[in-house]
């Protein structure tokens, strides 16, 4: 099983519309990751969370990490065609090993 | 553009062949990670190097290899290949030897399809 679940799996919505993307680890989280893949492209950084409670903003897109329940997750407001791709969530663990979430595929329909 | 290149783009080949996957990571950096990404498995950390020497061994299968070069280029070998075997195959950079996820510069990746 994988240790990071995202939610929802793909996601399709309206332009303009808001959504939400989510991240649930098996394991405690230290610190968060969130990713943007064009299809086909490679990974783009957005944001790293590392406290609990913690909240960033880049542009239109918010994160927040919530340590108690080992949860992450990404709020897209007023979505736009541009908001469109894979978003992954990542994290490491001790001894250089790195896990990515499965991912979920946003199409905005505009 | 990340400054990661990797070669080939696309590469199509039958069950049972080897090939070879190239990476350049961006100049000046001395690690580089193998990723395998699959509708199945999502994204999963393979294998890393650091100034030639492997630093970190995630889910690579004993029929994938790797190796860093001195000139820090790194191939990523996949042999006797099945179709599970298709994916996206991505190569990351950074400077030092224990980044984070965050201070890799991925490369655009090479897509493999086993046929």
């Known amino acids: 099983s994988q240790e990071l679940e995202q939610s929802p799996q793909s996601l399709i919505v309206q332009e303009g519309k808001n959504l939400t993307i989510n991240c649930t680890s098996s394991?405690?989280?230290?610190?968060l990751y969130w990713y943007k893949q064009k299809y086909g492209e490679g990974l783009i950084f957005l944001m790293m969370l590392q406290k609990g409670g913690e909240e960033k903003s880049h542009e239109k897109i918010t994160a927040k990490l919530d340590e108690k329940k080992q949860q992450s997750s990404l709020h897209i407001t007023a979505s736009q065609p541009s908001h469109a791709g894979i978003y992954l969530c990542g994290a490491d663990r001790t001894g250089n090993q790195f896990y990515f979430g499965t991912g979920t595929s946003l199409t905005v329909i505009p | 553009d990340s400054g990661v290149t990797q070669t080939p783009k696309h590469l199509i080949t039958a069950t049972g062949q080897r090939v070879t996957l190239r990476c350049s990571p961006r100049s000046g950096d001395l690690s580089v990670y193998w990723y395998q990404q699959s509708l199945d498995q999502g994204l999963q950390f393979l294998i890393q190097?650091?100034?030639?020497?492997?630093?970190a061994k995630g889910n690579i299968l004993e029929r994938f290899s790797a190796q860093q070069f001195p000139d820090l280029h790194s191939e990523l070998n996949l042999s006797s290949l099945e179709l599970g075997d298709s994916a996206l195959y991505f190569c990351?950079?950074?400077?030092?030897?224990?980044?984070?996820?965050?201070?890799?510069?991925f490369g655009p990746g090479t897509r493999l399809t086993v046929t």
């Open positions: 990351a950079s950074s400077v030092v030897a224990g980044s984070r996820v965050y201070e890799q510069y």
């Open positions: 394991k405690t989280l230290y610190g």
């Open positions: 190097y650091y100034n030639g020497e492997e630093r």
